[in-house]
């Protein structure tokens, strides 16, 4: 059992769509991150959570600690947004999701 | 400044040889984490330090790896002696002792084993 889902797996949008991630976790966590992997292999961190929503551009990311839950959403999707998403989670140790990979295509 | 530097970018070497992978830190960054990403078992954490402490070796696989941070500057992993199961990418990151609003983790290019 993994202790970090992501879903989809897999997503392909167009170009200008909405898009959501989500990651579900079943441990206790001080924070969550999101981590974008471009196919280059480059690993970029967007955000880092412990509470609440966070924005940095067109990127939103929230978390709900109840309900062991966090979303990250892209709006106005390019196709310089296609890349893997991780999402990783941090208790006592690194919880990492398997990644979703997004391909958003013109 | 230039980021998180990690040295080799890519390492083939043969198995039962030592393998030292390097990494230089963000200057002034506080922690610094040893990840390594397999197709398999994906993004995996191996070890971190704050201010050269080594915090969390939980993620290392067994004795043939071994991680320092003599200083603030410069961090190894070591594998010694390698086997073909080790072929992956391996990350370095670092990050600040205190958050800032969007990306904690700041991470190298990778280094990228094949152990033949």
């Known amino acids: 059992k993994n202790e970090v889902e992501q879903s989809p797996q897999n997503l392909t949008a167009q170009e200008g769509e909405f898009i959501t991630i989500n990651c579900s976790y079943s441990?206790?966590?001080?924070?969550l991150h999101w981590l974008q992997q471009h196919p280059g292999g480059g690993i970029v961190s967007l955000f880092m959570l412990s509470s609440g929503k966070k924005k940095h551009g067109r990127l939103i990311a929230t978390i709900n600690i109840q309900e062991k839950h966090s979303s990250l959403h892209i709006t106005a999707s390019h196709p310089r947004d296609s890349a893997v998403y991780i999402c990783?989670?941090?208790?006592?140790?690194?919880?990492f999701g398997t990644g979703t990979s997004l391909t958003v295509i013109p | 400044d230039a980021g998180v530097i990690q040295s080799p970018r890519h390492e083939v070497t043969e198995m039962g040889q030592e393998v030292t992978l390097r990494c230089k830190p963000i200057?002034?960054?506080?922690?610094l984490f040893w990840y390594r990403q397999t197709m398999m078992r994906g993004l995996e954490l191996l070890i971190y330090?704050?201010?050269?402490?080594?915090?969390?070796d939980s993620g290392m696989p067994e004795d043939r790896f071994s991680a320092k941070m003599p200083n603030a500057s410069f961090s190894t992993l070591k594998i010694q002696p390698s086997e073909p199961r080790d072929s992956a990418v391996y990350f370095c990151?670092?990050?600040?002792?205190?958050?800032?609003?969007?990306?904690?983790?700041?991470f190298g290019e990778g280094s990228r084993l094949t152990v033949l």
């Open positions: 441990v206790g966590i001080s924070a």
């Open positions: 990151a670092s990050r600040p002792a205190y958050s800032t609003n969007t990306g904690e983790l700041f």
């Open positions: 330090f704050n201010n050269n402490v080594p915090i969390d």
């Open positions: 200057s002034g960054h506080d922690y």
């Open positions: 990783a989670a941090y208790g006592n140790q690194f919880y």
